[in-house]
């Protein structure tokens, strides 16, 4: 005898995870994170260039140093919160120094320590820069939809183990 769910139930595998990308191996999750970021950060680094002579780097080292207090930041504080290394963030504040974006200092209390100041055409640079960077990336990752959330608890959660060197 022949059921009408059972014609309904033909060709659904009873294994939800055996369907495409109901549960992505982790080689499949690695190639999409580094792809969104990958496409992300090249279209968001082309407008910045295009727009304000100011690589997607260089934004983010002023966006740092903009929210430090009296807006200046250690290059070591720089490089930690931007993901550099010392060679990497040395080099980007010298292409800012030379656009008259930022000014080094050394610290008043250890002449050792070398900082990074904003001048007011830097504030000016990020401020006017990070309107066009926030609306793509809020434009891009608003495809997220409701999903934000759940992908932004996860790679969270990641990025601090990462950061523990399992």
Excluded: K
């Amino acid at each position: 005898m022949h059921r009408p769910e059972d014609a309904l139930a033909r060709g659904v595998p009873r294994n939800a995870a055996s369907l495409p990308g109901a549960a992505p191996r982790p080689a499949e999750t690695w190639l999409r994170i580094v792809q969104v970021h990958d496409r992300i950060t090249r279209r968001v680094d082309s407008a910045l260039h295009r727009h304000y002579d100011l690589s997607l780097t260089g934004f983010e080292v002023l966006r740092r140093i903009a929210e430090s207090p009296g807006e200046r930041a250690s290059m070591g504080d720089v490089a930690e919160a931007v993901g550099l290394s010392r060679a990497g963030v040395t080099s980007t504040v010298d292409r800012l120094v030379a656009q008259g974006l930022v000014v080094r200092e050394r610290g008043a209390g250890d002449r050792r320590l070398l900082h990074a100041r904003l001048t007011p055409a830097g504030r000016q640079r990020v401020v006017t820069a990070a309107a066009t960077h926030d609306a793509m990336v809020t434009h891009l990752l608003g495809l997220l939809g409701d999903d934000a959330g759940v992908v932004t608890d996860a790679l969270a959660r990641v990025s601090s183990a990462a950061r523990d060197r399992l």
